[in-house]
């Protein structure tokens, strides 16, 4: 199976309203609740491309109780998230119907204990035996120490487990220097990181930094891969207009997926590069247009780069 | 005891910001979260008060595990909620701390079936038989009957036990019909029940479609009451800067308690007045800054009115 962690799980909200008024009442008709948290939308991701998935993480709460709930009902899935006194924080997003646009509202998160941060490596720990691919996303809740990635890249790599990295600031950092086998920075986070804004010497920056591979999400623009066997850029064939949230996750679901079925480099971009434009055509986070997804895979452009060094 | 009546009890939710941006992402750091929906604010206000207060209404999923949760914490408050199938809603209250304004979004409530609906009625009779008075508050759920508090109305004068109402649109005209002892609207609703927008016509038109005594509420301007005992008008000694949000529960919770004690009209409008007002300085609805009440009690100018008929 794959492992997916999502250290700071969350009950994703979506309200719909006809336009955002601010500072007036919205009734909202239209409200949607689901399990979120890049982790867990990485996971749906990799299920829905047929492949098992462990979702692990914490969770506490009725928010908590939420998230499990819809855990539950999502084929292929499994929760072993851990339990925490604190309670899972809600994300909510309003969704503007005449614009498109989303304004985004994101609690905090439990306060993690020392005994519940133990607790979840030992867990984690376990889960790895049966682990072929591990995916850390998303940020840290309150409490967790900001080398807690270092830590998890380290008992992955200790196992055997390919590991893959997505978060962001100060724990990708520390956590990069722990020599995970892949890390999907977006061009802020990688500029974060690096100091450079040029998005290939920025993506070589941080390879060196200690990730065995770099894949840079770009946006419009694609991802830009520097692995030890070589560098590529891989483009949509066209502009996707829809909403861009979660086409990171799904990147990182078709990086994973094509590194555990062993796909050459190309073939995991072109995959990686399909699913994140073919989630920009759907609303939510996790899920993909799949008729798009099939048509673009064939259109996908991956070209070797030339390197700047 | 005095009954308050919430059929559509919320979480109600509060988000600080320091700046609202529409179409952009905000990181939460304070979230508050507590029971809400009118007659639960105003029972929080009559426990404050020194009552004996007891809510029903309708309570159901994890959210109203969490109202319900909230209600247990309040001295003085007993939870009389009948469980539904469906989910309690949410309100998100966004507070801009720059402006001070606030943008709400309410969710539209569970789906309240028959037998759910014939459930409360009878937990409703049997509450009446130990209240002094009772407070419908609010609007209606999906699924509860149009005409529902024009029976509650009812129900409640054939067990002799004083009905306060407060709601609006099509549920206000047909409870208006069946009589209740004091209705209070405030000047949207009175305007949309009589046609009328000078207030003093408009709160005597509403006491000819049925209600024993009227006191609409008038924000700035203070209360109007048209009562078989005479008219009056109170008002604030100035205007209060804050959040408005709460003030009309407040004005019910001062009416029901001096309804319950006795007192006399003049005496019932200064505090429903100057309990609005102190409610206006704090951030929560259902909460009132007391030294400012006490303060206000005895500023507050209430002055016969001359009819107009």
Chains 1, 2 share one sequence.
């Not at 994300?91 to 204990?113: I, S």
């Not at 850390?136 to 055997?160: E, I, W």
């Not at 962001?168 to 890390?183: H, K």
Request: aromatic letters at 4%.
């Amino acid at each position: 199976m794959i492992l997916t962690v999502t250290l700071n799980t969350a009950l994703d909200i979506t309200y719909r309203v006809r336009s955002l008024r601010p500072h007036s009442s919205h009734r909202i008709t239209d409200v949607t609740e689901r399990p979120g948290g890049k982790g867990v939308n990485v996971a749906r991701v990799l299920a829905a491309l047929g492949h098992e998935v462990t979702v692990t993480g914490f969770v506490g709460g009725g928010t908590g109780r939420a998230v499990q709930d819809g855990l539950t009902a999502l084929p292929g899935v499994t929760d072993a998230l851990v339990p925490v006194d604190g309670v899972t924080r809600r994300t909510v997003a309003v969704v503007d119907e005449r614009t498109g646009d989303t304004t985004q509202f994101n609690e905090p998160g439990p306060v993690v204990t020392r005994a519940e941060w133990s607790a979840f490596q030992e867990a984690y720990e376990h889960l790895l035996a049966s682990a072929d691919a591990v995916a850390l996303c998303g940020s840290l809740p309150p409490g967790v120490p900001v080398g807690a990635y270092a830590g998890l890249v380290r008992t992955a790599r200790a196992a055997g487990v390919p590991v893959l990295l997505d978060t962001s600031g100060e724990p990708l950092r520390r956590a990069v220097a722990a020599r995970p086998d892949l890390v999907k920075p977006n061009a802020d986070e990688l500029a974060e990181l690096t100091g450079a804004h040029e998005p290939l010497r920025a993506t070589q920056d941080a390879c060196r930094r200690g990730a065995r591979a770099v894949v840079a999400s770009l946006g419009r623009e694609g991802l830009l891969a520097v692995t030890p066997e070589g560098h590529w850029r891989a483009a949509p064939p066209a502009r996707m207009h829809g909403n861009p949230t979660g086409a990171g996750d799904s990147a990182v679901a078709g990086l994973l997926s094509g590194l555990v079925e062993r796909l050459p480099w190309p073939e995991r971009l072109a995959r990686a590069t399909a699913l994140s434009a073919a989630t920009v055509l759907t609303p939510v986070a996790g899920e993909f247009d799949r008729r798009a997804y099939e048509e673009l895979l064939a259109r996908v452009a991956v070209t070797t780069e030339v390197t700047a060094a």
